[in-house]
């Protein structure tokens, strides 16, 4: 049915994505204005939205934001997305054999997005949990897809002389300490970071890629520092790569030439 015959819905739709854009909430006046729907029309469809929990009205600053409802069903959607459900059973097959914390996550602009969470019966308290969003150089995950971006790419996302965000006291700092990081990565075929997110807790983690060979995603397994020496880390990331490495042709993808020369 064309969204003609149903103005209401039609309006309140992208009502809806004219607020998921922005980051900050907004006035029924600026909505009216962008969308060109009366202000009168504006404040029916919101009252409604607001009775269902998809839109929140701060009324210090007139304005309004997503609600809870709207998040519920974001979540819905990483739940149910196919990328979560082709890696869920490679997850579930990894943190069985490795006995540690697997992650599926995705970049989100300058962020590593982690889509799905698999955890053995005792596990470590993490901070990675499904929805929550890292600075991607940080994150070995992010890490092993930011290797594989074009280097114009990371020139955007990483301007030259502007210092990167930081946890705790460690991980690159700038853009060059970056990029010799992930050349470094890219050859070896897969990332790894200690302490960058959280002291103590260190992860490993390999890249998926389509059917162009780019990185769609990353499979990482995440531990306690103390509990694996190097050569033991070198295994489970050999496991880590293996996961990747099916998730990848279960999206009928390739790996790029030269992932993983040495």
């Known amino acids: 049915m064309a969204s003609s015959q149903v103005p209401a819905v039609d309006g309140a739709l992208r009502l809806l994505r ?18 060109e729907i009366p202000r009168s029309s504006v404040y029916h469809l919101l009252t409604v939205l607001q ?8 009324p210090e600053g007139r304005v309004y934001g997503l609600g809870v409802a709207a998040f519920e069903m974001g979540s819905a959607y990483l739940r149910q997305e196919p990328l979560a459900r082709l890696a869920r059973p490679l997850l579930q097959r990894l943190t ?26 005792r596990a470590v308290t993490l901070v990675t949990d499904v929805g929550v969003r890292l600075p991607a150089h940080l994150t070995a995950s992010g890490r092993s897809m930011l290797a594989h971006q074009p280097a114009a790419q990371l020139r955007a996302m990483f301007p030259a002389g502007q210092p990167l965000v930081a946890r705790t006291d460690r991980g690159p700092t700038d853009r060059a300490q970056l990029e010799a990081l992930l050349h470094q990565e890219r050859r ?11 002291e103590g807790v260190a992860s490993v983690a390999c890249c998926s ?31 880590v790569q293996r996961a990747a490495d099916r998730l990848t042709q279960r999206l009928s993808g390739r790996r790029p030439d030269d992932a993983g020369e040495d």
């Open 96 to 121: 069985a054999v490795s006995r540690h914390t697997s992650h599926l996550g995705v970049l989100h602009g300058g962020e590593t997005l982690y889509l799905v969470k698999e955890q053995p019966g």
């Open 18 to 35: 004219l607020l998921a854009s922005r980051a900050v909430p907004i006035s029924a006046a600026t909505m009216s204005r962008e969308l």
């Open 209 to 239: 890629f389509d059917h162009g060979a780019r990185p769609v995603a990353a499979i990482s397994a995440t531990f306690p520092s103390h509990r694996l020496d190097s050569p033991a880390r070198d295994g489970l990331a050999l496991l």
């Open 188 to 198: 070896r075929g897969w990332s790894e970071e200690e302490g960058h997110v959280t």
């Open 51 to 58: 009775q269902h929990g998809y839109v929140v009205h701060v």
